[in-house]
């Protein structure tokens, strides 16, 4: 019975009324009045198809309304306006949908709750080290060490150090912020990467020296023309490279390499340094997450460099992947658009016309 259309049943309706004015004809002809065969016929059959159409338009009249108070009150629309059969099923779709559609909403929004959890989480633990220590430090201070000429100084430049690195969070939080905030409002226009590549190789130039890695362009590129917001592009550069220089060993190497293809280049920022366990590499680029979580946290990283390079990717259109191996060193990979524009540009990639 559930799974007959509503005019099979409205037709079954009118078939039994048709039966009862058959029997009720019948009656009237032997017992009362003496009828010609074709009224006994014509009689039930001119019954049941008036019967059909009656229901037919009460009960259409019916579902269109409690329909209507249905659709408007969780779609804002109206039912479809069509045969009985049709507006049922069209109907029993939408609930469908609509189910879907919750379920897919309640799933997003108890991701969007948990993630929400883990970063506050996260982001108490990174301000926690630095507050605390800034603390001790002050502490110590008041209760006499202000006077102690060995470790006023020293103590008063730790808890700088600290105040340092809370600046660093709450600069690369306030970064990528804004990045999502500004989703859209990318610079892209056409310059060249491998200028780009230098400079920031260059401004790299004494923290590379201090651990004594030797950071390089694999080899010597001429123009690479690509399209791009230059100053994201270069953030994202900035933090690969910073990483494979932070996280390093004495004496080794960061080297910066493009392949070209059709309407593409491949940049890829390789190092050898410790590399990272595969069992860490599906989780880096998300925010505050680290593999040596002691280390990192005192010294330096806000845990946002990788996230925040793979926003900037993303919103470019592409994707940043990650090769690592323990022991041999990390190969950071993405994609960037070539410019189809060769105008001569100038040094900040701005097209000169
Ligand atoms: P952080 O501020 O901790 O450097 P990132 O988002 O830049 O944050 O990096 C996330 C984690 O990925 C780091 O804590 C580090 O453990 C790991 N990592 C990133 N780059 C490298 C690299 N080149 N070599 C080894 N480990 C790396």
């Known amino acids: 019975m559930n799974k007959l259309r509503p005019s099979v049943l409205i037709l079954l309706g009118s078939i039994t009324f048709s039966a009862l004015s058959l029997g009720f004809t019948l009656i009237v002809?032997?017992?009362?009045?003496r009828l010609t065969v074709l009224l006994v016929i014509a009689i039930p059959l001119v019954s049941g198809v008036f019967a059909y159409f009656i229901f037919y338009y009460l009960l259409k009249q019916f579902i269109q309304q409690r329909l209507g108070l249905i659709y408007r009150s969780i779609r804002n629309k109206e039912p479809l306006n069509a045969s009985i059969?049709?507006?049922?099923?069209?109907?029993?779709?939408?609930?469908?949908?609509?189910?879907e559609g919750?379920?897919?909403?309640?799933?997003?929004?108890?991701?969007?709750e948990a993630f929400r959890r883990e970063f506050l989480g996260n982001l108490a633990h990174e301000l926690k080290t630095?507050?605390?220590?800034?603390?001790?430090?002050?502490?110590?201070?008041?209760?006499?060490?202000?006077?102690?000429?060995?470790?006023?100084?020293s103590f008063l430049e730790r808890a700088s150090k600290a105040t340092d690195r809370m600046a660093t969070i709450l600069d690369d939080l306030d970064h990528i912020t804004q990045l999502e905030v500004n989703e859209l409002s990318l610079f892209q226009r056409p310059f060249d990467l491998s200028e780009l590549v230098t400079e920031i190789i260059d401004s790299?130039?004494?923290?590379?020296?201090?651990?004594?890695i030797q950071v390089s362009k694999k080899k010597d590129y001429s123009t690479i023309n690509v399209v791009g917001d230059r100053e994201k592009i270069g953030q994202v550069f900035t933090n690969l490279i910073n990483n494979a220089i932070f996280y390093g060993n004495k004496g080794g190497y960061c080297r910066i390499g493009f392949n070209?293809?059709?309407?593409?280049?491949?940049?890829e920022i390789s190092d050898d340094g410790p590399g990272i366990d595969?069992?860490?590499?599906p989780r880096i680029f998300e925010r505050f997450y680290r593999v040596e979580k002691s280390r990192s946290r005192n010294e330096g990283g806000s845990g946002l460099g990788l996230a925040i390079a793979k926003h900037i990717i993303e919103s470019h259109g592409h994707k940043i992947l990650v090769k690592s191996t323990i022991g041999q060193g990390s190969n950071f990979y993405f994609n960037l658009n070539r410019s189809k524009n060769n105008l001569p540009q100038s040094s900040r990639g701005v097209p000169l016309k």
């Open 29 to 33: 002809h032997y017992w009362m009045v």
């Open 85 to 99: 059969d049709r507006m049922v099923a069209s109907a029993e779709l939408d609930v469908a949908n609509w189910e």
């Open 102 to 112: 919750q379920s897919t909403e309640i799933i997003k929004l108890k991701e969007q």
């Open 130 to 153: 630095p507050v605390f220590s800034i603390q001790g430090y002050i502490l110590t201070l008041l209760d006499g060490g202000l006077d102690n000429p060995t470790v006023n100084k």
């Open 204 to 212: 790299l130039e004494l923290l590379a020296k201090e651990k004594e």
């Open 260 to 267: 070209y293809f059709d309407d593409i280049i491949e940049c």
């Open 278 to 281: 595969s069992s860490h590499l």
